[in-house]
């Protein structure tokens, strides 16, 4: 009996020490509860959503690609270098789950509303702007190797993008005095 009350008044003390971390961890897992409930409803595959993120990645992909001087081509979900098949944008490929999973982060981190609110702004644009030089990218690998495109989709861009999103993650934890 007195091993139990020890045990219970030491992980109490653990709490006390640990209680930022920890309600950390408890809106992390509220903030993922609520997206998976958002995923379902709002976000659903192939939804308005991303529908309209998809739309704005083609359009982008393509006018850099025509700044560059290629010729492209462009469907709903589809575009390329004239001459390739282009490059196909999936519903899980349009950035929503990456910026959710940086935006989740930010939300559930204590931050002041001020720097909490310019992290998401600008970090998502990030992202965004991140996926687009990805897409323009993997269309001109299609263009000069396209043997190469199924190692840069899954390894070289993966890595790139989630990267950035752990420095954008670190440069706001920074400006906001908190580590």
């Known amino acids: 009996m007195v091993v139990f009350i020890f045990c219970i008044m030491q992980l109490r003390e653990i709490i006390k020490e640990k209680s930022e971390i920890l309600l950390f961890i408890l809106k992390i897992f509220l903030v993922y509860i609520l ?17 309209w993120l998809i739309r704005n990645l083609i359009n982008a992909t393509a006018l850099v690609l025509q700044t560059l001087g290629f010729e492209v081509f462009q469907t709903f ?14 519903f899980n490929c349009n950035g929503l789950s990456l910026m959710a999973v940086y935006s989740g982060f930010l939300i ?17 644009l990030i992202i965004n702007a991140l996926n687009v030089l990805r897409l ?23 890595i790139v993008v989630y990267s950035a999103i752990v420095i954008l993650w670190y440069y706001f934890l920074r400006i906001s005095g908190k580590k």
Request: aromatic residues 10%.
């Open 35 to 51: 997206w998976l409930f958002l995923k379902s409803t709002i976000f659903r595959p192939n939804g308005p959503v991303d529908e």
């Open 136 to 158: 323009v990218l993997l269309s001109i690998i299609v263009h000069l190797s396209p043997d190469s495109l199924a190692f840069h989709h899954k390894y070289t861009f993966t």
């Open 77 to 90: 979900n589809r575009v390329g270098i004239d001459g390739t098949h282009g490059i196909t944008i999936a």
């Open 108 to 124: 559930a981190y204590p931050l002041n509303l001020k720097t909490r609110l310019i992290a998401l702004l600008s970090g998502n």
